[in-house]
């Protein structure tokens, strides 16, 4: 069974932080990078974020310095802390996990969880 699911989207104010959380499991697969995406209303879905099974993480020059990366890969989790929202950070974040199959990565996507950043 395959599954990623995100949590801890909402409503928050400019300026506010929120902290985002995934999980997934890859039918027993060892999960190497995880990462997230957005896509904001009537934008192409961009990349915010990823990080190695190792720690080393990736940044959208858009996020950086704002939004930090984890991961707890005992609990197969992945955390994006966001600070200092903005409006435009407005979007549906997908968290993605990657495993290795025929020695091609293969990323799996969840269904996205919804963060809109108010005045």
């Known amino acids: 069974q395959v599954s990623v699911v995100e949590s801890g989207g909402g409503l928050v104010q400019s300026g506010g932080s929120l902290r985002l959380s995934c999980t997934a499991s890859l039918d027993g697969f060892e999960i190497t990078s995880m990462a997230w995406q957005r896509q904001a209303p009537g934008r192409l879905r961009e990349s915010v974020a990823d990080?190695?099974?190792?720690?080393?993480?990736n940044y959208a020059e858009s996020v950086r310095g704002r939004f930090t990366i984890s991961r707890d890969n005992a609990k197969n989790t992945v955390y994006l802390q966001m600070n200092s929202l903005k409006l435009d950070d407005t979007a549906v974040y997908f968290c993605?996990?990657?495993?290795?199959?025929?020695?091609?990565?293969?990323?799996?996507w969840g269904q996205g969880t919804r963060v809109t950043v108010s005045s």
């Open positions: 993605g996990a990657t495993r290795i199959s025929g020695g091609l990565p293969v990323t799996y």
């Open positions: 990080i190695t099974g190792f720690g080393i993480t």
